[in-house]
Each structure stands twice: as structure tokens, then as C-alpha cells.
T-cell receptor
């Protein structure tokens, strides 16, 4: 069975600084996709960034980038120039290429200090 | 708005009540999902529908009954719930395969009293 592990329950970052959120996963599949979702207090789950396992290049979306280490099954999210609006819960998620089911980690609460 | 609309936003119900949660999407997606989000727990997948057919039921108690009349609408019928069923219920939709992930609704905050 696939599992997604986010071992840090909470993190804090100073505004304008950089923070990295950790995620590891376990799978025997070769074709899969990884995602980071953000859930602010409004409860809306918003897709932040995604990565295809077959791509070696790390995905980037503006201030958000990932460090995808396929052999280590690690998928961390880096947020640069942190903003107050980045404060939220962040979920790492996984799905195979053959199945629509998305498996989530427990999430991490990120706070941003002004 | 993301394109997935859930109603109601909040619901308080007694253990003997019957209520329904509604989810609607007009994104052209053919898969829809119900997730339960409880405090300090991972999101729990409850049901998956692909092309209106239920393809997954993750050992959900029968007091939760899903219905998918078409690819755009998904319901979760609730009856004789327990206080531990209080949670945020999230609906999502997606293409059945591929890398684009899910589009989520804002959820229904359910409190069972």
C-alpha cells in the first residue's frame, strides 16, 4: 500500500525567509505523481505544485519549488520569500498513474511570523 | 471559487436526523470523491465515483450513503450519525487519470449533537 509521511506537525518561518516542508512516501510503482496542497483557514484545498515521477527536473511555481529525490522517495516543498498569506496547513499527496485515488499525508501547519 | 461547490457550508444535526450534503462541479471532470477530514488525522478517502459508478468504498459505515446521479453531482446522505462523525467533509473532482490532481470544494463542517 502506498503511504505518505509528513513527520513535522508544525513549522514556523519569519516573513521573507525560506522554509522547507518535508514529505516522504512509500510505493512500489514507477508511474506516479506527487502534489502539495495548501489549506488556509478558509478550508479551501488549493493545489500548490505537482511533480511527475518520470521527470528528473524539480517542479517550480513562482516562490514554490520542490526537491524531488526519487531514490530516497522524498518530496519536500520549499517556500521562498515567505508571505503572511502562506500561513496554512500543507498536505503532501500521491497518486499512481493508473488510479485516480489520491493519498494524503497528515499535513503540516505552517505559521508565518511578521 | 474553484469550480467545485459544496452545500451547506455548515450543518448541525441530531443523531436521529437525516440530512444530505451536496457537491456540484462543472469542470468536465469524470471522477468525484468524498473525503472526511478530522482534527489531527490524515484526510480519509470515503468514496470514489468514476463516470457515475462507485469504484471505491473505504469501509465506510452504512450510515453514510453516497449518490452520484450524473458526472456533475455528488451527494452524501447522512442518517443516524454519531458524535464522532463530526468533521469537515470535502468533495473533490478530477479527470480519472493524469497529473492534474484534484479540485476541491470548500467543505461542509458537520457537527453531530
Amino acid at each position: 500500500a502506498q503511504t505518505v509521511t509528513q513527520s513535522q506537525p508544525e513549522m514556523s518561518v519569519q516573513e521573507a525567509e525560506t522554509v522547507t516542508l518535508s514529505c516522504t512516501y512509500d510505493t512500489s510503482e514507477s508511474d506516479y505523481y506527487l502534489f502539495w496542497y495548501k489549506q488556509p483557514p478558509s478550508r479551501q484545498m488549493i493545489l500548490v505544485i505537482r511533480q511527475e515521477a518520470y521527470k528528473q527536473q524539480n517542479a517550480t511555481e513562482n516562490r514554490f519549488s520542490v526537491n524531488f529525490q526519487k531514490a530516497a522517495k522524498s518530496f519536500s516543498l520549499k517556500i521562498s520569500d515567505s508571505q503572511l498569506g502562506d500561513a496554512a496547513m500543507y498536505f503532501c499527496a500521491y497518486r499512481t498513474g493508473a488510479n485516480s485515488k489520491l493519498t494524503f499525508g497528515k499535513g503540516i501547519t505552517l505559521s508565518v511570523r511578521p | 471559487e474553484t469550480g467545485v461547490t459544496q452545500t451547506p457550508r455548515h450543518l448541525v444535526m441530531g443523531m436521529t436526523n437525516k440530512k444530505s450534503l451536496k457537491c456540484e462541479q462543472h469542470l468536465g471532470h469524470n471522477a468525484m470523491y468524498w473525503y472526511k477530514q478530522s482534527a489531527k488525522k490524515p484526510l480519509e478517502l470515503m468514496f470514489v465515483y468514476n463516470f457515475k459508478e462507485q469504484t471505491e468504498n473505504n469501509s465506510v459505515p452504512s450510515r453514510f450513503s453516497p449518490e452520484c446521479p450524473n458526472s456533475s453531482h455528488l451527494f452524501l446522505h447522512l442518517h443516524t450519525l454519531q458524535p464522532e462523525d463530526s468533521a469537515l467533509y470535502l468533495c473533490a473532482s478530477s479527470q480519472d487519470k493524469g497529473l492534474y490532481g484534484y479540485t476541491f470544494g470548500s467543505g461542509t463542517r458537520l457537527t453531530v449533537v
